[in-house]
């Protein structure tokens, strides 16, 4: 009969196993467990879906069990069912890409509105006080995700979604009623973002609950939203804006926020979240320790850092062309040429980018899904830096096409890598940190923008500046394979370490033996 150890390790961690175990007493049940680098555990029996790749061995630990308990099975994840109730999920997620960043992404037309509304012919950093209203916005909505993600472990999506919604709604409602620029910093830029920010997360992290092998593919479609939306929002919002004005246009928006608030209760969850686990041992709900509340543990995967740093480090340039692309057109060729046809381009290239890298995603092994970011990094800085070299409108086409396709590859795998480096447990605290660190550049970037336009006259030199940063950028995120490569040698390096030192205590347990026994032979023929 084969070790107990062997009998419940998981898929390639039987053969280190040092002896088999004495039999256990009857009145208890000897569980092997092993510990992953990120502190949670691996439950006998499952397929360990969230383990991270890459991830190094841990030694097992002995958890003693009374029989007939639940033991881990009660903290084990389900299967995620790949269809079903899911498909419905999926279109409210998709319908919360479209709203949240269809909005966003349209800032141009906005953002041209807010000059001709607000400004002044004196003004001379009328577009540095602008931009920051769409800035802080997009800023924002990454800021808040590390709270939103403590928020959504311990409420649940649906609740998180419903309420972030209702607070979007409510602050776009109000910026529909300002008189200058200042309040819109406040209620578009802080209420409105925040209220986007509660209602995108958990449609990120509500997909895993149903997804597994399919779930590049249902990113990509959910992701591909915001395309639609961005396809056909700016041109709905120039056609509002010159029939009932920019305050009308932003009450019709109400609309999007409020069907967003109705999504919010498809979300229903599969993995119970923190306050029904602690309800459902205790009877009354208590508050996880800070450590559960605040998972800083993702940090300790050395993929992660370097994910978490080569990202931010991209996105200082990444949002500048959706601010000021309209404003640049204005510019060079005038009020001749429709600038809405360019984020069309970038909305329909950006859409079937993240059908066609979602499921591409799928068919990658393991984080070398990275590779693609990378990739779409370097385009993305590429086409900004040939914003500026295209004197012809034709040429701006072409470069916002590749700059969309670019763009929805690199959005529609960002769950499935976080998946992928800390494990399914520590996902969605893995994306809130991860988009909280790029809040920063996507609101510093715009702003600088508009201030170089200001005192040169010009886009030219800013749009050459924001290509730099994606490609540092990618750059950094290419050590992340090589990293797991390192790791995974270490580990297959352990088990021939140990079993060399078996051989070695053999050997020399064999060589007393025989010396005892020659010692033993001569002191009998001595007699």
Same mark, same amino acid.
């Given at each position: 009969?084969?070790p ?14 040092d ?19 990120? $502190?949670?555990d #691996?439950?006998?029996g ?17 958890v ?22 899911? #498909? ?6 998709? #319908? &919360?890409n ?22 002044g ?11 920051? =209203? ?9 800021? &808040?995700s ?11 999506? /649906?609740?998180?979604? =419903? ?52 779930? *590049? ?11 639609l ?13 010159d ?35 602690? *309800? ?26 370097? #994910?978490?740093? *080569? ?6 340039g ?15 060729f ?18 079937v *980018?993240?059908?066609?890298?979602? /499921? ?24 900004s ?26 959005i &529609? ?5 976080a ?5 399914a447990e520590?996902?969605?605290?893995? @994306? $809130? ?19 170089l ?13 924001? $290509? ?9 995120? &290419?050590? @992340? ?47």
């Amino acid at each position: 009969m084969a070790p107990v150890s062997e009998q419940l390790a998981p898929q390639g961690a039987g053969d280190s196993a040092d002896a088999p175990l004495p039999d256990p007493p009857a009145a208890a049940v000897v569980v092997v467990e092993p510990r992953r680098e990120n $502190g949670s555990d #691996w439950c006998p029996g499952s397929d360990d879906p969230a383990a991270p790749s890459g991830a190094s061995e841990a030694q097992p630990r002995a958890v003693t069990e009374a029989p007939g308990s639940a033991g881990c099975a009660e903290s084990a994840a389900p299967e995620p069912p790949e269809g079903g109730w899911g #498909w419905v999920v999926m279109l409210a997620a998709m #319908w &919360c890409n479209g709203a949240v960043f269809g909005i966003q992404n349209s800032c141009g037309v906005l953002f041209v509105s807010m000059l001709e509304l607000f400004g002044g012919s004196k003004d001379k950093q009328l577009a540095f006080k602008t931009a920051w =209203v769409s800035s802080l916005s997009m800023g924002m909505i990454f800021f &808040c995700s590390p709270i939103v993600s403590i928020f959504t472990d311990l409420f649940g999506c /649906r609740k998180v979604a =419903v309420v972030g919604a209702a607070v979007g709604f409510t602050g776009l409602l109000a910026s529909s009623f300002v008189s200058t620029i200042e309040p819109l910093y406040f209620t578009y830029g802080v209420l409105f973002a925040c209220g986007c920010s509660f209602a995108y997360q958990p449609s990120l992290v509500i997909l895993g609950h149903y997804f597994k092998k399919r779930l *590049g593919l249902v990113n990509g479609i959910v992701t591909a939203g915001s395309s639609l939306f961005t396809v056909s929002l700016p041109f709905l919002l120039r056609v509002l804006i010159d029939s009932v004005g920019l305050f009308n246009t932003l009450r019709v928006l109400c609309i999007l926020m409020f069907v967003l608030f109705l999504a919010g209760f498809t979300y229903k969850p599969l993995v119970p979240s923190a306050k029904a686990k602690e *309800g459902g041992k205790k009877g009354k709900f208590r508050f996880p320790s800070e450590k559960k509340i605040c998972n800083f543990s993702v940090f300790k995967v050395l993929s992660y850092r370097i #994910w978490a740093v *080569g990202i931010p480090a991209a996105l200082f340039g990444y949002f500048v062309p959706y601010v000021h692309l309209m404003k640049h057109v204005k510019d060079r060729f005038g009020d001749g040429v429709p600038e809405e046809v360019l984020l069309l381009c970038v909305g329909i290239t950006s859409g079937v *980018g993240r059908l066609i890298f979602g /499921r591409v995603a799928d068919y990658i092994p393991g984080a070398k899904k990275v590779y693609l970011q990378v990739a779409s990094f370097f385009f993305i800085g590429l086409m900004s830096m040939m914003i500026p070299l295209c004197h012809v409108f034709g040429g701006l086409i072409a470069v916002c096409l590749f700059m969309g396709l670019f763009d929805g590859c690199f959005i &529609c795998i960002m769950a499935p890598i976080a998946f992928e480096l800390v494990g399914a447990e520590d996902v969605s605290q893995a @994306i $809130g940190f991860l988009l909280g660190l790029m809040s920063i550049p996507m609101t510093v970037g715009p702003p600088i923008a508009g201030l170089l336009h200001d005192r040169l006259g010009s886009y030219d030199v800013a749009f050459y500046l924001a $290509g730099v940063p994606p490609i540092i950028g990618g750059a950094i995120l &290419c050590f @992340i394979p090589w990293v797991l490569e390192r790791q995974k040698l270490k580990e297959r390096a352990k088990p021939v370490d140990r079993e060399t030192t078996e051989k070695m205590l053999d050997n020399e347990s064999t060589l007393v033996s025989d010396t005892t026994a020659k010692s033993v032979k001569e002191m009998e023929s001595g007699f």
